[in-house]
Nanobody, 123 residues
């Protein structure tokens, strides 16, 4: 079992930045590929970014490429999402997820989820 807890969300103006964190506890963090997903009101859950177990490989949705950066610190069992140049359309609840397998953009492939952190971008 892995427990995931997100933090760092908040209200920010368009063009601003936020750094989200996902703290893991339980089984060894480094065996899991990690991802960020988001869900806006009345919209489907959407893949945002993935990072491999060791952190050497990252992958982004086109909508955030060049603005968001995913990273992880296995010694601290923590994953991050640095979100820059935020837009109102980035407003959503952001979730971190863990998967003991290869990269996937499908939420259903992930084994563990956090409770989410709200990001609101005002125009």
């Amino acid at each position: 079992q892995v427990q995931l807890v997100e933090s760092g969300g908040g209200l920010v103006q368009a063009g601003g930045s936020l750094r989200l964190s996902c703290l893991a506890s339980g089984r060894t963090f480094s065996i899991y590929g990690m991802a960020w997903f988001r869900q806006a009101p009345v919209k489907e859950r959407e893949f945002v970014a993935h990072i491999s177990q060791g952190g050497s490989s990252t992958y982004y949705a086109d909508s955030v490429k060049g603005r968001f950066t995913i990273s992880r610190d296995n010694a601290k069992a923590t994953m991050y999402l640095q979100s820059n140049s935020l837009k109102p359309e980035d407003t959503a609840v952001y979730y971190c997820a863990a998967r003991a397998g290869p990269r996937s953009v499908v939420g259903g492939d992930y084994d563990y989820w956090g409770q989410g952190t709200q990001v609101t971008v005002s125009s």
